[in-house]
């Protein structure tokens, strides 16, 4: 069995731990922050966010030339603390959410996939957390 190679991305959201986890788990916001560029929208989120349940995300290019469901399974949900999940394809996504003196610190750590290079996917999942910051921030 190969191992996967980890990729860490990470932020801080001047918002209240109750503001963030339901800004990040609700898919009416989902919605509005999930992209990693200008170029790109989230058209379709659905999530159940409990041990075992699924979500999906659907994520396309503005200009329909592309798109994509993005699913998983939870595997650990702590309510404002952390949350886990395997996406279908079989790696392995953790997130915390840790109150700091300046905010919620949020961490994400992933496997990645083989069909893009590394430094793209910490790009890709960084914009998407940074999206995540600037929609929470001044909501």
């Not at 994509?68 to 939870?74: K, L, S």
């Not at 109150?99 to 610190?105: L, V």
């Not at 430094?119 to 890709?124: A, F, L, P, R």
Request: hydrophobic content about 30%; charged content about 25%.
């Amino acid at each position: 069995m190969t191992t996967k190679e980890t990729i860490t991305v990470e932020t801080l959201v001047n918002a209240s731990i109750e503001k963030v986890w339901t800004f990040w788990t609700n898919p009416e916001h989902i919605t509005k922050w999930c992209n990693a560029s200008e170029d790109w929208h989230t058209t379709r989120a659905e999530n159940d966010i409990e041990i075992e349940s699924k979500f999906l995300t659907r994520m396309e290019a503005k200009d329909g030339s592309f798109g994509f469901d993005f699913e998983g399974i939870y595997t650990d949900v702590i309510t404002n603390e952390k949350i886990s999940y395997t996406t279908l394809d079989d790696r392995k996504v953790g997130i915390t959410f840790s109150p700091t003196e300046s905010g919620i610190q949020i961490t994400e750590t992933f496997e990645a996939e083989n069909e893009n290079p590394l430094e793209m996917q910490k790009m890709g999942w960084q914009a998407i957390l940074n999206n995540f910051k600037n929609y929470t921030e001044k909501n």
